[in-house]
Antibody
Framework: EVQLVESGEGLVQPGSSMKLSCVAS????????MNWIRQAPKKGLEWIAL????????YYADSVKGRFTISRDNSKNTLYLEMNSLRSEDTAMYYC???????????WGPGTMVTVSS | DIQMTQSPASLSASLGETVTIECRAS??????LAWYQQKPGKSPQLLIY???SLHTGVPSRFSGSGSGTQYSLKINSLQSEDVASYFC????????FGGGTKLELK
């Protein structure tokens, strides 16, 4: 059974940094691209970052480009999202999601909440 | 970016009814479209990919259709467990989502 479990939930001040993790199990992690997708409270879904199976390519939404960094450690079956210069509009539930062979998301974690507020 | 416009934003239907949710892309996405179901307090779950392919384990009362810029999700014989929000997502280009449809029971 595919399982994705995010961690790193918390309340941070604007301008600060935070790192999220997502531990994967139930599939061969090193064979698949992985994504971060977020959802602001009572809002829709926003894809924010994708990393290829071998970290050879990374893509970002314009809203986070230059501030967020996606990375992975295939030896630990773990996906990361480093977030810098956080803003109030980054407040959201953050989901990690496994990519299919194309850029849709066939399995999602339960999410971890990030609140940016002073 | 490809914009996805989903309608209606909310929908109320009776048990056993058939409901249809529409999604329009700002340009041709060549069937690169997925549908997700999100129940309250839960993460989204994939229903449909490639516009009309059913994801493993999804009940056959769900179906997808469309082409070009116009796509739809149909739920036949609505069940109580189908109460949820539904989102479309294109993956012809960098992924973008529709605004969602909240489905409630009448």
């Amino acid at each position: 059974e595919v399982q994705l479990v995010e961690s790193g939930e918390g309340l941070v001040q604007p301008g600060s940094s935070m790192k999220l993790s997502c531990v994967a199990s139930g599939f061969t992690f090193s064979n698949y691209g992985m994504n971060w997708i977020r959802q602001a409270p009572k809002k829709g879904l926003e894809w924010i970052a994708l990393i290829y199976y071998d970290s050879s390519s990374k893509y970002y939404a314009d809203s986070v480009k230059g501030r967020f960094t996606i990375s992975r450690d295939n030896s630990k079956n773990t996906l990361y999202l480093e977030m810098n210069s956080l803003r109030s509009e980054d407040t959201a539930m953050y989901y990690c999601a496994k990519a299919s062979s194309l850029w849709y998301f066939d399995f999602w974690g339960p999410g971890t909440m990030v609140t940016v507020s002073s | 970016d490809i914009q996805m416009t989903q309608s209606p934003a909310s929908l109320s239907a009776s048990l056993g009814e058939t409901v249809t949710i529409e999604c329009r892309a700002s340009e041709d996405i060549y069937n690169g479209l997925a549908w997700y179901q999100q129940k309250p307090g839960k993460s989204p779950q994939l229903l449909i990919y490639n516009a009309n392919s059913l994801h493993t384990g999804v009940p056959s009362r769900f179906s997808g259709s469309g082409s070009g810029t116009q796509y739809s999700l149909k739920i036949n014989s609505l069940q109580s467990e189908d109460v949820a929000s539904y989102f479309c997502q294109q993956y012809y280009d960098y992924p973008t989502f529709g605004g969602g449809t909240k489905l409630e029971l009448k």
